[in-house]
C-alpha cells in the first residue's frame, strides 16, 4: 500500500511529455496584452534605414557644395586669367576696366590680408586665454556667467559698427601710439612707414586692432569649452602635490587644452581673412604696392572684391575678382581644414 502512494506522488510530481510539449506551446504564444505581440520589429529598421540616409546624404551635400563653389569659381576664373597680361601672383596693381589690357595681381592683396590677420591673432590669442582661464579657473560661478556672456555678445556687433568705431573712435584715439612706434622703432620692418600716411588711422594697424576685437568671441568661447574638459582628477592630483593655482594651471589645464586652443585661433583667423565690410570703412587705398609694414594700407582680398561690385559688367573684368575670390577661397578653406585637423586630433597632455 505504502509503495503505491509513494509511486503516485511521484507521477503527481513529474510532468509527462504531452504536458511539456503542452507548456512549451503556451510558453511560446504571443501574450495578447503587448501592442505589437506577434508582429516584426520592421518599421524600427525602416527607421534607422532612413535616419541614416538622410544624415549620409546631409554630410555629403556640404562637400557637393564645397567643390561645387570651387568649380564654379575656377570656371569664370579661367577666362580672366587667360586674358591676363601680367603675372597673377607677383603683379601689385588691379586693372580691369580695360578688358583688352587686363593686369591683375594678388601680390598686394595678399600681403595686406596676411598682414592684418596675423596681427589681429597675436592681439587676440593671448586675451582670449586669459579671459578663458579667469572664467573657469578664478572666477565665480555668477561672475564667470557675467563675463562669458558679455564676450559671446561681441559676435552679435555687426560687421559696420566695428568699422565706423575703429575709425571714427579708435583709429584717432591710437594715432599717437603709432606715430611713436613709427619713430622710434622705424628700424624694424613692421613699423617702418608705409604706403600711406600714419596720420588718420587708416593703416594696417587700426585693421588689426578692430579684426581682433571681432574674433576674440570665437577663440574665446572655444577656449573655454576645452579648458573646461580638463579631467578633474589632473587638478586634484595638482592640488594634492602642492601646486598653487597658477601650477595647476601650467602642469594641467594648459597642456590639456593645447590642441584646442591651437585650433581656436586657426578658426579665428579664418574669420578675419574673410572681413570685408570693416576692413574697407577703415584701410585707406594707394596707388603705392602694399609692403609689409603694419602703417601701410591697400586692400584685402574681400574688401577688393566688395569695392569694385560697379565693375562687374562684363565677364572678363568680373572674372578677374573672381580670379582673387576663388584665392581667398582657397586660404580660408585650408585654414579651416587645419583647425578640423588639429581640433580631431589627440590632446597634447
Known amino acids: 500500500m505504502g509503495m503505491r502512494q509513494g509511486v503516485a506522488r511521484r507521477a503527481g510530481r513529474t510532468p509527462t511529455v504531452a504536458g511539456r510539449r503542452s507548456a512549451g506551446k503556451m510558453s511560446a504564444m504571443p501574450d495578447p496584452a503587448e501592442p505589437h505581440a506577434g508582429k516584426p520589429r520592421s518599421t524600427g529598421r525602416r527607421g534607422d534605414v532612413f535616419f541614416k540616409g538622410l544624415t549620409t546624404a546631409s554630410g555629403i551635400s556640404i562637400v557637393v557644395a564645397i567643390v561645387a563653389i570651387a568649380v564654379f569659381l575656377l570656371v569664370q576664373a579661367v577666362p580672366s586669367l587667360r586674358a591676363n597680361t601680367v603675372n597673377f601672383f607677383t603683379y601689385n596693381g588691379f586693372v580691369t576696366r580695360d578688358?583688352?589690357?587686363?593686369?591683375?595681381?594678388?601680390?598686394?592683396?595678399?600681403?595686406?590680408?596676411?598682414?592684418?590677420?596675423?596681427?589681429?591673432?597675436?592681439?587676440?590669442?593671448?586675451?582670449?586665454?586669459?579671459?578663458?582661464?579667469?572664467?573657469?579657473?578664478?572666477?565665480?560661478r555668477k561672475v564667470a556667467k557675467f563675463f562669458g556672456s558679455l564676450v559671446d555678445l561681441l559676435a552679435a556687433v555687426p560687421s559696420i559698427v566695428f568699422?565706423?568705431?575703429?575709425?571714427?573712435?579708435?583709429?584717432?584715439?591710437?594715432?599717437?601710439?603709432a606715430e611713436f612706434l613709427n619713430r622710434h622703432l622705424s628700424w624694424f620692418f613692421l613699423f617702418s612707414t608705409g604706403n600711406v600716411s600714419v596720420a588718420g588711422g587708416g593703416t594696417i594697424f587700426t585693421a588689426g586692432i578692430v579684426l581682433a576685437v571681432m574674433i576674440l568671441p570665437i577663440i574665446t568661447a572655444v577656449t573655454r569649452e576645452v579648458f573646461r574638459q580638463t579631467p578633474q582628477t589632473q587638478v586634484e592630483a595638482a592640488q594634492a602635490l602642492g601646486a598653487t593655482k597658477w601650477e595647476m594651471i601650467r602642469m594641467t589645464v594648459l597642456p590639456f587644452g593645447r590642441s584646442g586652443t591651437i585650433a581656436a585661433s586657426m578658426l579665428g583667423l579664418g574669420r578675419a581673412l574673410g572681413e570685408t565690410v570693416a576692413v574697407l570703412i577703415i584701410l585707406r587705398s594707394s596707388s603705392q604696392p602694399a609692403g609689409f609694414s603694419l602703417f601701410g594700407g591697400g586692400y584685402t582680398f574681400a574688401s577688393k572684391i566688395a569695392s569694385a561690385a560697379s565693375e562687374f559688367v562684363q565677364p572678363l573684368s568680373t572674372g578677374a575678382f573672381i580670379a582673387a575670390g576663388f584665392v581667398l577661397f582657397v586660404l580660408t578653406f585650408v585654414v579651416n581644414a587645419i583647425a578640423r585637423a588639429v581640433a580631431g586630433g589627440k590632446v597634447n597632455g
Open 99 to 140: 578688358v583688352t589690357q587686363l593686369q591683375f595681381g594678388i601680390r598686394s592683396l595678399l600681403i595686406v590680408t596676411v598682414l592684418s590677420s596675423l596681427f589681429a591673432l597675436v592681439l587676440a590669442v593671448p586675451i582670449a586665454i586669459g579671459i578663458a582661464l579667469f572664467v573657469t579657473n578664478y572666477a565665480s
Open 163 to 177: 568699422g565706423l568705431w575703429g575709425i571714427l573712435v579708435l583709429a584717432p584715439a591710437i594715432t599717437p601710439v
